[in-house]
């Protein structure tokens, strides 16, 4: 019922800068959560970044506090994470979330395909 669709990954130089945009559409509801993950070869998924629905209050696994900046466009339904300084461990697979704000657990969570980033040392 929710689609996700990531986009703006590639290729970049250590100490560069990446915005990532996830576009929503389908039948949507106003109350969720919405983050980003990744996930790294051999590597389980890791969290990154999270803004609530209630009142945009934003989360940061501490690996990207001052480098990763979550937000998103209502207008546009748009979610982003915009990255800056980044390093060769930020390389990984990048996914967007939507959790129902509220619950628990992310059983029944709406991801994405995942986008790829890469930087070069």
């Known amino acids: 019922q929710v689609q996700l669709v990531e986009s703006g990954g590639g290729l970049v130089q250590a100490g560069g800068s990446l915005r990532l945009s996830c576009a929503a559409s389908?039948?949507?509801?106003?109350?969720?959560?919405m983050g980003w993950f990744r996930r790294a070869p051999g590597k389980e998924r890791e969290f990154l970044a999270e803004?609530?629905?209630?009142?945009?209050?934003?989360y940061y696994d501490d690996s990207v506090k001052g480098r990763f900046t979550i937000s998103r466009d209502g207008a546009k339904n748009t979610l982003y994470l915009q990255m800056s300084s980044l390093k060769p461990e930020d390389t990984a697979v990048y996914y967007c979330?939507?959790?129902?704000?509220?619950?628990?657990?992310?059983?029944?969570?709406?991801w994405g395909q995942g986008t790829q980033v890469t930087v070069s040392s």
């Open positions: 979330n939507a959790h129902p704000e509220g619950k628990v657990t992310r059983d029944g969570d709406y």
């Open positions: 389908g039948r949507t509801f106003s109350d969720y959560n």
């Open positions: 803004i609530t629905w209630s009142d945009s209050r934003t």
